[in-house]
């Protein structure tokens, strides 16, 4: 096979059928569930996984969860409104912001990034993100907070290591209360919860352990985020969530996925981790990108350190000493 972008188009019919026969498999009879819970973000990978559980299961038994807190955009919580009456499937709104404040995440945050920039009041719109030239630099990955202050001009402060550490525990506090809220409420419907992580994702452990990354079927984790984007195209996805490029909706400021992790933007990263997972050399891939071979390489090697660094979120709890009489859970 020649390789060029073409490497990553699939036949979205085909993989559709297969990917709803599983899920309808996955769901009624290996894990002998009634439907199908997921949190819809108005993103594109919840939005995809959502439209495959509806067509895969019928809209009655899918029930999704809306999960706005202070710092989400408002367009999400609409565009998933939008996305859930289309399919026909039901949904709850629920406001995580004083679960959150009760939790001690908005207190935590703020005191962290005023660590770092004394004049910090919680009106300012922020956001985290990395040093600028990661693909041409070689220079350490360092985290700044950039805040907007209420005249409407931006700081950029940089992070001590435990500045760095409280936001992310405060920003993962999140994910978490998100799927104990999806849990709770698949327990009383006995549904299974459906994860939305996609292949570019999982592979790079971009989520949180218990939080996003918590579930008992991951209906999109085999494909790349361009296919993912295609196939929610070929499902009848709401226009508004198909252009919308994907963001955290973490913070008050827009965050790009590259902002804060990636090290480029996904239509280039699907196609180099499909070159790194096929063998194809770091020429090839920097001739149909335009980048140049150390770039690639450097992307490669980034590909690598975010799999070590990130497999203990795909862990199992360790167990000191084993426990012969009970069998681990297989799925036949």
């Not at 972008?5 to 019919?13: N, P, Q």
């Not at 939005?47 to 706005?68: D, E, H, I, S, T």
Request: aromatic content about 8%.
């Amino acid at each position: 096979m020649i390789f060029s972008r073409k490497v990553l188009e699939i036949d979205l019919e085909a993989k559709a059928v297969e990917l709803c026969k599983a899920l309808s498999d996955a769901t009624l009879n290996k894990l002998r569930r009634r439907g199908i819970v997921l949190g819809v973000s108005g993103g594109i990978d919840s939005a995809c996984v959502a439209a495959l559980a509806a067509r895969a299961l019928g809209p009655k038994r899918v029930q999704a969860l809306l999960m706005p807190e202070r710092d989400s955009s408002d367009l999400s919580a609409q565009l998933g409104k939008k996305l859930c009456e289309k399919l026909g499937i039901e949904y709850q709104l629920v406001d995580l912001a004083p679960i959150l404040e009760a939790g001690g995440c908005y207190e935590l945050r703020d005191a962290a990034v005023r660590s770092v920039f004394p004049d910090f009041q919680p009106s300012m719109k922020w956001k985290i993100v990395m040093h600028g030239d990661r693909l041409g630099s070689q220079a350490l990955n360092v985290f700044y907070a950039v805040i907007r202050d209420d005249a409407g001009n931006e700081h950029k402060a940089r992070l001590s290591p435990r500045a760095y550490l409280d936001i992310v525990a405060a920003t993962n506090m999140k994910q978490r209360t998100r799927k104990m809220l999806e849990y709770t409420l698949a327990d009383r419907l006995v549904f299974a919860v459906a994860g939305t992580p996609n292949r570019l994702e999982y592979d790079q452990g971009f989520f949180v352990k218990l939080g996003d990354g918590a579930a008992d079927v991951k209906p999109i984790a085999s494909l790349y985020k361009t296919q993912t984007y295609a196939m929610a195209r070929h499902l009848g996805v709401i226009e508004e969530i198909l252009q919308r490029e994907p963001t955290t909706d973490t913070y008050s400021l827009d965050q790009s996925q590259e902002d804060f992790y990636f090290s480029v933007h996904y239509s280039q990263l699907d196609l180099i981790l499909w070159g790194k997972n096929n063998g194809v050399a770091e020429s090839e891939v920097a001739r149909e990108l335009g980048f140049t071979e150390e770039q690639v390489r450097r992307v490669y090697e980034d590909i690598d350190q975010k799999r070590r660094t990130t497999a203990y979120l795909q862990a199992p709890p360790l167990l000191l000493e084993p426990v012969p009489e009970l069998v681990p859970f297989k799925i036949t």
